[in-house]
């Protein structure tokens, strides 16, 4: 261990003393100070607020990563150019122990600069929001919509498998399934569109969801009802609508009834006591306009209940922290990079590999589609050369899917809940899984490699 | 190892550090192969260039070798602080490699190379960069280890320094060896023979030389023995270091490390040793050793040889 540390200091100093990552850290500096007064919010303080947290992290985040990206593959390489890795391999110190050396040394680098970055961002809410500035309505809002961290309860999955069987049944006794057309792909066809119409509401008609909290809510925090609407009317207009909250046959039933604009994001509060105690919350949704229309819910996240579950401040730790656990899987793929190869060669390298990942649910898609590459009849599999870019494309969507996950700094400009089950799976799955398989793998290419050849 | 260059020196001494793969046949080092990372910990290494981090101090730079070794605090300390007097650089332990001259620098090159008192000792063109003064502690160090049975391999491009401490000698080229052998195997030069005198006075030299010349039927070369270059060179330098109280550059030499020096047994071993090419201008810090006990190892060492 003692070796490990210290080429995880030589490592940070290193990093420290590189210019690229000087500049990067002035560029910070400059936007956790300078971002916030320059960026202009839509003038209300939660939009303020919102700003405020976004840029902030966003531009702390992405200049970290672009600073470890260039140290981490820097971190090796220009040790094996400059040739002071010659001589740390003639000691006692096996290659693992260096790849785990630098990476350390890179962990250290953007734990240090996370802490003092997510003070000042701390900071600079603190100073945005202090007391005196705002009203208590203003303070009371901020706290139950974005200074908060609220678990995101999205409705009971509706299961469409048997009705969609049904109606594919009777398509198919009128024939009116068109031929060649594989049957998978009309029945995924009606589920979509039985998935769609369970969230469409027309004039005159109700829909009803069911939610299953994880717990019941605790305290006097209210729960609030976040749904995202469109309209078959033109926008600008207004639409009516009735929100009911509990079991139909209750008399408890808490009706709320509400005028939105046609596009947009809008909440309602549910008092706690409208969940007489149970963990399943029925909601219902009547479309009470006096024209015709039909009101849509986004199926993927247009309705779901926000429960209070615990304070801004440990949201925002634990925010940090996933970055972390991010920056530390990124430092691992850029330390490796720099391991195998030179240094123009590993940055680019692993700017690749980091746009795969972005672009992973995508390509996910393309895995899943039947469609052919080189022309081929389509839903027969195609050629033997679509059928091997596809499995190419699985396998690319299968090591990247668990690399991607919702977008922190969207969770704390919307006083989600980041728990600790999400920094744990960071931890698990970036950190030990991937970041482990990622050092094996180097160090098994790393033995092997001859360190000293007059090229180098 | 000697060879001009691209013969093949580095590349060998890369192989025996593990650094690169021979292409065909096996290489042990110590019994084992050069990439087992537990025989490393008996080797110590000085490349050609100082390959050192530039912004580390000197103590620095001799604490993070020392911890690569897993040496305890204690250790380190007492090890970087024989060292750096060893090299005379105790005055600049606080100042960054990167402003040293070439010969400071590979000071605390070679100094690196033995924090962890190695039975091997790579040493590739450990000369290069130094005065002359270095360039005779580096020699005594080598024959200083030599004396505690510690291997030392040096590639080199100084054919006196070579001649001077080392016992083999492999000349290489095109990657083969070309001559193997002892200085005296290879250098000896058969059917002549030379005689050095003390001062005689002006007739015993005339009737020594008429008896020569009688013998060999033509003159014999006469002349008197030289100092080298390198033995006046020293003296001078030694002269202006006791006059002068302060430099920027490097400081006396306080004697081979101590943890590195030879025990009593094998240093009378090599006192008892007839001089050598050069006289050791920089004694070991060793323990006392007697004149007494000097003479007595002497006459011994003389006893065996007759």
Same mark, same amino acid.
């Given at each position: 261990?003692?070796?490990?540390?210290?080429?995880?200091?030589?490592?940070?100093?290193?990093?420290?003393?590189?210019?690229?990552?000087?500049?990067?850290?002035?560029?910070?500096?400059?936007?956790?100070?300078?971002?916030?007064?320059?960026?202009?919010?839509?003038?209300?303080?939660?939009?303020?607020?919102?700003?405020?947290?976004?840029?902030?992290?966003?531009?702390?985040?992405?200049?970290?990563?672009?600073?470890?990206?260039?140290?981490?593959?820097?971190?090796? /390489?220009?040790?094996?150019?400059?040739?002071?890795?010659?001589?740390?391999?003639?000691?006692?110190?096996?290659?693992?122990?260096?790849?785990?050396?630098?990476?350390?040394?890179?962990?250290?680098? &953007?734990?240090?600069?996370?802490?003092?970055?997510?003070?000042?961002?701390? /900071?600079?809410?603190?100073?945005?929001?202090?007391?005196?500035?705002?009203?208590?309505?203003?303070?009371?809002?901020?706290?139950?919509?974005?200074?908060?961290?609220?678990?995101?309860?999205?409705?009971?999955?509706?299961?469409?498998?048997?009705?969609?069987?049904?109606?594919?049944? #009777?398509?198919?006794?009128?024939?009116?399934?068109?031929?060649?057309?594989?049957?998978?792909?009309?029945?995924?066809?009606?589920?979509?569109?039985?998935?769609?119409?369970?969230?469409?509401?027309?004039?005159?008609?109700?829909?009803?969801?069911?939610?299953?909290?994880?717990?019941?809510?605790?305290?006097?925090?209210?729960?609030?009802?976040?749904?995202?609407?469109?309209?078959?009317?033109?926008?600008?207009?207004?639409?009516?609508?009735?929100?009911?909250?509990?079991?139909?046959?209750?008399?408890?039933?808490? +009706?709320?009834?509400?005028?939105?604009?046609?596009?947009?994001?809008?909440?309602?509060?549910?008092?706690?006591?409208?969940?007489?105690?149970?963990?399943?919350?029925?909601?219902?949704? /009547? &479309?009470? &306009?006096?024209?015709?229309?039909?009101?849509?819910?986004?199926?993927?996240?247009?309705?779901?209940?926000?429960?209070?579950?615990?304070?801004?401040?440990?949201?925002?730790?634990?925010?940090?922290?996933?970055?972390?656990?991010?920056?530390?899987?990124?430092?691992?793929?850029?330390?490796?990079?720099?391991?195998?190869?030179?240094?123009?060669?590993?940055?680019?390298?692993?700017?690749?590999?980091?746009?795969?990942?972005?672009?992973?649910?995508?390509?996910?898609?393309?895995?899943?589609?039947?469609?052919?590459?080189?022309?081929?009849?389509?839903?027969?599999?195609?050629?033997?050369?679509?059928?091997?870019?596809?499995?190419?494309?699985?396998?690319?969507?299968?090591?990247?899917?668990?690399?991607?996950?919702?977008?922190?700094?969207?969770?704390?400009?919307?006083?989600?809940?980041?728990?600790?089950?999400?920094?744990?799976?960071?931890?698990?799955?970036?950190?030990?899984?991937?970041?482990?398989?990622?050092?094996?793998?180097?160090?098994?290419?790393?033995?092997?490699?001859?360190?000293?050849?007059?090229?180098? | 190892?000697?060879?001009?260059?691209?013969?093949?020196?580095?590349?060998?001494?890369?192989?025996?550090?593990?650094?690169?793969?021979?292409?065909?046949?096996?290489? +042990?080092?110590?019994?084992?192969?050069?990439?087992?990372?537990?025989?490393?910990?008996?080797?110590?290494?000085?490349?050609?260039?100082?390959?050192?981090?530039?912004?580390?101090?000197?103590?620095?730079?001799?604490?993070?070798?020392?911890?690569?070794?897993?040496?305890?605090?204690?250790?380190?300390?007492?090890?970087?602080?024989?060292?750096?007097?060893?090299?005379?650089?105790?005055?600049?332990?606080?100042?960054?490699?990167?402003?040293?001259?070439?010969?400071?620098?590979?000071?605390?090159?070679?100094?690196?190379?033995?924090?962890?008192?190695?039975?091997?000792?790579?040493?590739?063109?450990?000369?290069?960069?130094?005065?002359?003064?270095?360039?005779?502690?580096?020699?005594?160090?080598?024959?200083?280890?030599?004396?505690?049975?510690?291997?030392?391999?040096?590639?080199?491009?100084?054919?006196?320094?070579?001649?001077?401490?080392?016992?083999?000698?492999?000349?290489?080229?095109?990657?083969?060896?070309?001559?193997?052998?002892?200085?005296?195997?290879?250098?000896?030069?058969?059917?002549?023979?030379?005689?050095?005198?003390?001062?005689?006075?002006?007739?015993?030299?005339?009737?020594?030389?008429?008896?020569?010349?009688?013998?060999?039927?033509?003159?014999?070369?006469?002349?008197?023995?030289?100092?080298?270059?390198?033995?006046?060179?020293?003296?001078?330098?030694?002269?202006?270091?006791? #006059?002068?109280?302060?430099?920027?550059?490097?400081?006396?030499?306080?004697?081979?490390?101590?943890?590195?020096?030879?025990?009593?047994?094998?240093?009378?071993?090599?006192?008892?040793?007839?001089?050598?090419?050069?006289?050791?201008?920089?004694?070991?810090?060793?323990?006392?050793?007697?004149?007494?006990?000097?003479?007595?190892?002497?006459?011994?060492?003389?006893?065996?040889?007759?």
């Amino acid at each position: 261990m003692r070796r490990i540390l210290a080429i995880a200091s030589i490592a940070l100093r290193t990093a420290v003393r590189s210019r690229v990552v000087v500049i990067l850290l002035g560029l910070l500096l400059l936007a956790i100070v300078g971002l916030p007064a320059t960026v202009k919010s839509d003038g209300t303080l939660a939009g303020r607020v919102q700003i405020l947290l976004t840029y902030t992290l966003a531009a702390v985040s992405t200049i970290l990563s672009v600073a470890t990206v260039w140290a981490g593959c820097a971190a090796v /390489a220009t040790e094996v150019q400059e040739k002071q890795l010659h001589l740390i391999l003639t000691k006692p110190v096996r290659r693992v122990e260096v790849w785990l050396g630098k990476w350390l040394g890179l962990l250290a680098l &953007n734990g240090g600069l996370l802490v003092v970055c997510g003070v000042a961002i701390y /900071a600079g809410l603190w100073w945005h929001t202090r007391p005196g500035t705002l009203t208590a309505e203003e303070q009371r809002r901020l706290g139950e919509e974005i200074l908060v961290a609220r678990r995101e309860v999205l409705p009971e999955p509706l299961d469409v498998t048997a009705p969609a069987q049904q109606i594919l049944a #009777e398509q198919q006794k009128r024939g009116a399934v068109p031929a060649g057309r594989p049957v998978e792909q009309v029945l995924a066809a009606i589920q979509d569109s039985l998935r769609q119409a369970a969230f469409t509401v027309p004039t005159g008609y109700k829909r009803m969801w069911t939610f299953k909290l994880p717990a019941l809510p605790t305290g006097e925090q209210p729960v609030v009802l976040r749904y995202k609407l469109a309209s078959s009317q033109i926008a600008g207009a207004l639409v009516d609508g009735l929100w009911l909250v509990g079991p139909a046959d209750s008399a408890e039933r808490v +009706e709320i009834r509400v005028t939105n604009a046609a596009q947009g994001v809008h909440s309602v509060t549910i008092p706690v006591a409208a969940l007489r105690g149970s963990r399943e919350v029925v909601v219902e949704y /009547a &479309n009470i &306009n006096p024209v015709p229309l039909a009101v849509l819910f986004d199926p993927q996240d247009g309705l779901a209940l926000l429960v209070f579950e615990g304070t801004f401040v440990g949201n925002f730790v634990r925010g940090i922290l996933v970055v972390f656990l991010q920056l530390a899987f990124l430092a691992a793929l850029a330390v490796s990079a720099g391991t195998l190869m030179s240094l123009p060669v590993a940055a680019l390298v692993t700017g690749y590999v980091v746009l795969l990942i972005q672009v992973g649910e995508h390509v996910q898609r393309l895995s899943q589609e039947r469609g052919t590459f080189m022309g081929g009849t389509q839903g027969t599999g195609g050629t033997m050369l679509d059928q091997v870019l596809r499995f190419v494309l699985w396998l690319e969507s299968a090591v990247v899917q668990p690399l991607q996950g919702p977008s922190v700094l969207e969770y704390l400009a919307g006083g989600k809940l980041i728990s600790w089950g999400w920094v744990g799976w960071e931890l698990v799955i970036k950190v030990a899984l991937y970041a482990g398989v990622l050092a094996a793998l180097t160090t098994f290419f790393f033995n092997r490699r001859e360190i000293a050849l007059p090229t180098q | 190892m000697l060879g001009p260059n691209g013969s093949g020196k580095s590349t060998t001494l890369k192989m025996i550090l593990g650094l690169l793969h021979p292409t065909s046949g096996n290489l +042990e080092v110590l019994g084992r192969s050069p990439r087992d990372v537990p025989t490393k910990a008996r080797i110590g290494y000085v490349p050609e260039e100082s390959y050192l981090y530039p912004y580390l101090t000197s103590e620095e730079t001799l604490n993070f070798y020392a911890t690569l070794f897993d040496l305890n605090t204690a250790e380190r300390k007492e090890r970087i602080e024989q060292l750096l007097d060893m090299i005379g650089l105790k005055h600049a332990r606080r100042r960054r490699v990167s402003e040293f001259s070439k010969g400071m620098a590979r000071r605390i090159g070679l100094a690196q190379a033995l924090v962890n008192d190695p039975d091997l000792v790579v040493l590739d063109e450990p000369t290069s960069g130094l005065d002359p003064l270095g360039c005779r502690q580096v020699k005594d160090l080598i024959e200083t280890l030599a004396a505690r049975g510690k291997t030392v391999v040096l590639s080199s491009h100084l054919l006196a320094d070579v001649e001077d401490v080392c016992d083999r000698v492999a000349i290489l080229y095109n990657g083969q060896i070309q001559a193997l052998g002892t200085m005296q195997e290879l250098l000896e030069v058969n059917g002549r023979y030379r005689v050095t005198l003390p001062e005689l006075a002006p007739a015993a030299l005339q009737q020594v030389l008429a008896k020569l010349r009688e013998e060999l039927g033509r003159e014999p070369e006469v002349d008197h023995p030289r100092r080298d270059l390198e033995q006046f060179f020293i003296e001078v330098v030694e002269q202006a270091r006791r #006059e002068t109280r302060e430099s920027s550059g490097v400081g006396p030499s306080q004697g081979v490390a101590e943890y590195l020096a030879p025990a009593k047994e094998q240093l009378l071993e090599q006192l008892a040793a007839p001089a050598g090419a050069a006289g050791a201008v920089t004694p070991p810090a060793v323990p006392e050793v007697s004149e007494e006990e000097r003479r007595r190892a002497a006459d011994e060492k003389l006893k065996k040889l007759l």
